[in-house]
C-alpha cells in the first residue's frame, strides 16, 4: 500500500490509522499469523497501533501482548502465567535512555562507573537469558539512544562519566550480547534518533505528559524499522533488486548518447552520484541480495554501458539481463520465472515513474519504491529496507555464485537429449544427516522462507529446530547438495514425528500433537521443503531413501504425509504420489493424507546422487 | 483563518482519527462525548491537530485545555 512504503507521510499514517487498517485487512487473506509480546519500558500504546499496520503490510497479522506501563523486565522475570499462555513467538523490548536507572555523576571514580556499567547491563542481560530458557523465541532489543542535552558538552563521549560515553559502551555491550545469542536482534534507535532528528525525536513533552520514549510524529518512522527486523526474522525479506540502467545506474540513454558519454565516473558531480549508486547496488551482493537488469535498451548497448571503464557494476555482477523492448511488466515475470522465486521477492528500481507504475500494476507484489532523484537514490532503498539483515549466513553470501552456477547448469542441460544423462554429467554429491549446530540458522531460515517446494508450511525459530533435533521422538534430515558447478548449500529439510497412526486426525486437522505425546511405530512427516534452486535434480528421492532408511533403524514400518494447500505451494499437490505414497483422505478445504508403508525390499529411489551417509538417529 | 474554518477543519481531524464520518465538535466538546477519545487517544488528536494547523501545543495548553473551544482558541491565538 502506498501510504505505508517508505517514504511516508508518518503524520497521515497516524491520523488515519484505522482506515488504513481496514483497507490492509481486506487487501489480503493469506497473512502469517504471529503472536507478539511488546514488553515496555514507557508508554507502547501508538507504537503497537502503528506496528501493526506496517506487518499487515508485510503480510504478516500480529495478535500483541502489551505489558502493563514500564513493566517489562517484571513480565519477564517473575512468574507470569498470562505471557506464559500467550506463547510469544517473539519478544521485542521497548526500553530506552529513560530506563536507565542510575547514571554517572562527574565525581565518580572510573571503578564506580564500571559498576553502574555493570549494574545496568546485568539487569537486561538476566532479562534475556531469563527469556531463552522460558520462552524460547526471537527477541529483538531497543538499543540506547543519546541523551538530549549534554553535560560536558563536546566531551560528553571522551570522559568515562559522561552520559554518551556510558551509552556508547552500554551499547557495545548489547552489540557484544547480540553477536554472542543466535535470535537476539538489535533495534537501533540511536541511529534512528539520529536520521530522525534527536532534538526532535526525544521532545521531553512526550515523556513529561505521556511517558513516550520519542515524539508522537517519530513513531511510523519506529515503527517501520522495527517491523522491518520483524519480517525479517519471519522470513519475508526481498531477495532480488532488479534494475533499470539508463538514468538510473548512470546518466544519460546509452543508447543514443553512446557509452562514451554517459555520466558515471568522478569528472562531473553527477557521475560521482552514479558511481556511489553502483558501488552500493554491488555491495547488496554481499549480504545475498541477487542483482538483475530490466531496461528497455539493445542487449549490446546495455552491456557497453556495464562495460563503461569508470563505472563499478559489471555485467557479471548481474544474475539476468534482460535488455530488450519487452514491456517491463514481463520481464519482471519472466525474471522471477528464472530465478525460481515469487514476485513478491523482487524490488524494482526505476528513474521512471511511467515504467514504475506500469510494474506495480501489472507484476503483483513487486515492490517499486518511488526512489526520487538520483542523489536520493541510496537513502530510499536503505531505509526501506527490503533486504534487513538478521543474519548473516554462508550462502547469503554466496547466493550470487549459486544462481550462477544454475545458469551454467542450464547450458550444461542443453547439450544432453536424456535428463539422466544430465543428471549424471552434473556429478551431484548430497550429505544427508540429522540437524547438525552449524546448520540449525540456515534450516531454521528455510522453514521460513520456502513457500513453493513446501508440503505443510510450517514456520519454525531455530530455538524450536533445535528442539526437533534434540528430541529423540523426531526424525530430523537436512540435506546438501553440491555438484560440479557448486555448492548448493542446505536445500531440503525434513521433519517427522514418531507417533502411533491414531495422531493422523490430529494432522488431518492442520494441527500437532505436541512434544509429550505417545511414540509409536508410524512416522508423521511434520515438514517438507526443498529450496526451489535444486528443483528436478532428483534430491527429493534422496530426501525419501534418508527417511526410509532412519525409520527402517528404529523399526517404523509407516511413513505418513501430508499436504496442506496454500497460495503458494500448488506444486508438490502430487508430491507424495511420485513418492510412491498412496493417498487416503482428503478433506474438504483440499489437506490431503498419504501413507507409505515400507516394503521390505524398498529399492532406492535416487540414482544419479552419490550420498554421504548420515549418522542414524 | 475564521472561527468557522477552524472548526470546519477540526472537524476533520476528529473524523479522520476516529473514524467516524458523523463527528461534529462545538465549544463544549470534551472527552466524555466521544466514545474512543480516551488519554491515549488523545496523544493522537493533538499531533493530528498540531500538524493540520502547522502550530505546536506546549506542555501548559496541553495540561490546561479544557475542551474544544479552548483548542480552537489555542489554535487561533497561535496561527493569528
Known amino acids: 500500500m502506498r501510504e505505508l512504503e517508505y517514504p511516508f507521510d508518518g503524520e497521515l499514517i497516524l491520523k488515519k490509522s484505522k482506515k488504513l487498517k481496514r483497507a490492509l485487512l481486506e487487501e489480503r487473506s493469506d497473512f502469517l499469523e504471529k503472536k507478539i509480546a511488546v514488553l515496555g519500558g514507557s508508554t507502547t500504546h501508538d507504537i503497537i497501533r502503528i506496528l501493526e499496520l506496517f506487518l499487515l503490510e508485510q503480510g504478516i497479522r500480529p495478535v500483541f501482548y502489551e505489558s502493563e506501563y514500564a513493566q517489562y523486565w517484571q513480565d519477564v522475570m517473575f512468574d507470569n502465567p498470562e505471557l506464559l499462555s500467550f506463547a510469544p513467538d517473539l519478544i521485542f523490548i521497548h526500553t530506552s535512555n529513560r530506563n536507565i536507572t542510575t547514571w554517572p555523576s562527574v565525581s565518580d571514580s572510573e571503578e564506580r562507573v564500571d559498576g553502574l556499567l555493570s549494574e545496568q547491563y546485568t539487569h537486561f542481560q538476566a532479562m534475556w537469558e531469563k527469556i531463552a530458557e522460558v520462552y524460547h523465541c526471537p527477541v529483538i532489543q531497543n538499543n540506547f539512544e543519546y541523551p538530549f542535552y549534554r553535560l560536558l558538552g563536546n566531551q560528553e563521549g571522551v570522559y568515562l562519566q559522561g552520559r554518551i560515553c556510558f551509552i556508547n559502551r552500554l551499547n557495545e555491550k548489547f552489540y557484544q550480547y547480540a553477536r554472542e545469542h543466535g535470535n537476539f536482534y538489535i533495534h537501533d534507535i540511536n541511529y534512528l534518533s539520529a536520521s530522525y532528528g534527536l532534538d526532535k525525536w526525544a521532545d521531553p513533552l512526550y515523556w513529561h505528559m505521556y511517558k513516550y520514549a520519542c515524539c508522537m510524529q517519530a513513531v511510523p518512522v519506529f515503527a517501520h524499522n522495527l517491523a522491518n527486523i520483524i519480517k525479517s526474522v519471519f522470513g519475508r525479506n526481498r531477495k532480488a533488486l532488479v534494475l533499470d540502467l539508463d538514468n538510473t545506474l548512470w546518466g544519460g540513454v546509452v543508447g543514443d548518447d553512446g557509452p562514451e558519454n554517459l555520466e558515471i565516473g568522478q569528472e562531473t558531480p553527477m557521475g560521482q552520484v552514479y558511481s556511489e549508486f553502483q558501488g552500493y547496488v554491488k555491495a547488496q551482493k554481499d549480504i545475498g541480495v541477487m542483482l538483475a537488469v530490466n531496461s528497455k535498451n539493445e542487449y549490446d548497448n546495455a552491456a557497453a554501458g556495464l562495460n563503461h571503464p569508470d563505472g563499478i557494476l559489471r555485467p557479471e555482477d548481474f544474475v539476468l539481463i534482460k535488455a530488450n523492448w519487452e514491456p517491463k511488466s514481463r520481464n519482471m515475470t519472466a525474471i522471477a520465472q528464472e530465478l525460481n522465486i515469487l514476485s513478491d521477492s523482487l524490488v524494482f528500481a526505476d528513474d521512471n515513474p511511467a515504467e514504475r507504475e506500469i510494474v506495480s500494476a501489472q507484476t503483483a507484489g513487486v515492490a517499486v519504491p518511488e526512489i526520487g532523484s538520483p542523489e536520493q537514490y541510496i537513502r530510499v532503498l536503505d531505509h526501506s529496507g527490503f533486504f534487513e539483515v538478521t543474519s548473516l549466513s554462508e550462502d547469503d553470501r554466496k547466493r550470487s555464485e549459486m544462481y550462477r552456477a544454475n545458469m551454467a547448469r542450464k547450458q550444461q542441460q542443453e547439450r544432453f537429449s536424456d535428463y539422466r544423462e544430465y543428471l549424471l554429467s552434473l556429478e551431484m554429491r548430497g550429505t544427508i544427516r540429522a540437524f547438525e549446530p552449524v546448520y540449525m540458522a540456515r534450516i531454521a531460515q528455510l522453514t521460513n522462507k520456502s513457500n513453493q517446494f513446501n508440503l505443510t508450511t510450517r514456520r519454525f525459530t531455530q530455538a524450536e529446530i533445535e528442539a526437533f533435533a534434540a528430541d529423540p521422538n523426531y526424525i530430523t534430515r537436512y540435506g546438501k547438495l553440491t555438484d560440479r558447478f557448486g555448492d548448493n548449500g542446505v536445500v531440503s529439510v525434513v521433519i517427522g514425528r514418531k507417533g502411533t497412526a491414531a495422531d493422523t486426525e490430529v494432522y488431518r486437522q492442520g494441527k500437532t500433537p505436541g512434544a509429550g505425546t505417545a511414540s509409536g511405530g508410524v512416522l508423521h512427516l511434520e515438514l517438507w521443503l526443498m529450496s526451489c534452486r535444486v528443483l528436478k535434480r532428483d534430491m527429493e528421492y534422496a530426501m525419501m531413501d534418508s527417511v526410509v532408511e532412519a525409520c527402517r533403524d528404529c523399526g517404523i514400518g509407516t511413513v505418513m504425509g501430508y499436504y496442506y494447500p496454500t497460495a503458494k505451494n500448488a506444486m508438490v499437490k502430487e508430491f507424495y504420489q511420485a513418492m510412491g505414497f498412496e493417498r487416503t483422505d482428503e478433506t474438504d478445504t483440499g489437506v490431503t493424507i498419504w501413507r507409505f508403508e515400507i516394503p521390505a525390499d524398498y529399492e532406492k529411489k535416487n540414482t544419479v546422487i552419490t550420498v554421504e551417509k548420515g549418522e542414524s538417529i | ?80
Not at chain 2, 482519527?17 to 491515549?40: G, K, N, P
Open chain 2, 1 to 80: 483563518m475564521s472561527r468557522e474554518e477552524v472548526f470546519e477543519k477540526l472537524n476533520e481531524v476528529f473524523r479522520d482519527v476516529f473514524d467516524d464520518e458523523e463527528i461534529t465538535v462545538t465549544d463544549a466538546t470534551t472527552a466524555d462525548d466521544i466514545e474512543e477519545w480516551d488519554s491515549l487517544e488523545h496523544i493522537n488528536l493533538l499531533a493530528a491537530v498540531e500538524q493540520e494547523f502547522g502550530m505546536k501545543f506546549n506542555m501548559g495548553q496541553v495540561v490546561s485545555m479544557k475542551n474544544v473551544g479552548e483548542m480552537a482558541d489555542i489554535i487561533i491565538s497561535q496561527i493569528g
